[in-house]
């Protein structure tokens, strides 16, 4: 079966646990990705925050599943923390848009303790204008 170019530019965004009203807030970063068959690897493009994210996606049909790492920006609201996790996303064989969920470990300030946390993932081609 043939795979699918997924190289170049892409809109990463997830959305998690807001510490500051009740809801969730989004995360979002602009990614190049390289890929080797059914293996892509994408990484953050730099940006001002100097936060940092880490994507590896194993892609099988229609299903793309694989880890992720991040380091929070520096001067944030995390102060550099650095979180991994693993998710499943679908994948639009048409467009390419990818859409799941994330799950990774993170400190509960009210619980006082780690504990696993989701949320809602997409990862988008950018379309050049």
Same mark, same amino acid.
């Given at each position: 079966?043939?795979?699918?170019?997924?190289?170049?530019?892409?809109?990463?965004?997830?959305?998690?646990?807001?510490?500051?009203?009740?809801?969730?807030?989004?995360?979002?970063?602009?990614?190049?990705?390289?890929?080797?068959?059914?293996?892509?690897?994408?990484?953050?493009?730099?940006?001002?925050?100097?936060?940092?994210?880490?994507?590896?996606?194993?892609?099988?049909?229609?299903?793309?599943? !694989?880890? %992720?790492?991040?380091?929070?920006?520096?001067?944030?609201?995390? &102060?550099?923390?650095? @979180? /991994? $996790?693993?998710?499943?996303?679908?994948?639009?064989?048409?467009?390419?848009?990818?859409? !799941?969920? %994330?799950?990774?470990?993170?400190?509960?300030?009210?619980?006082? &303790?780690?504990?696993? @946390? /989701? $949320?809602?993932?997409?990862?988008?081609?950018?379309?050049?204008?």
């Amino acid at each position: 079966m043939k795979v699918s170019d997924f190289s170049g530019l892409w809109r990463c965004v997830y959305w998690f646990p807001s510490n500051r009203f009740v809801g969730e807030e989004p995360s979002e970063y602009q990614m190049e990705s390289h890929q080797d068959g059914d293996t892509l690897v994408m990484e953050s493009v730099p940006n001002e925050e100097g936060s940092y994210m880490l994507v590896r996606l194993k892609l099988d049909g229609e299903i793309a599943t !694989g880890n %992720w790492h991040e380091t929070t920006s520096p001067t944030g609201e995390f &102060k550099g923390a650095t @979180y /991994s $996790g693993a998710g499943q996303l679908t994948i639009d064989p048409k467009t390419h848009y990818m859409e !799941g969920k %994330w799950a990774g470990a993170g400190y509960d300030h009210k619980l006082k &303790k780690m504990r696993i @946390y /989701s $949320g809602n993932w997409e990862i988008s081609p950018v379309r050049e204008s």
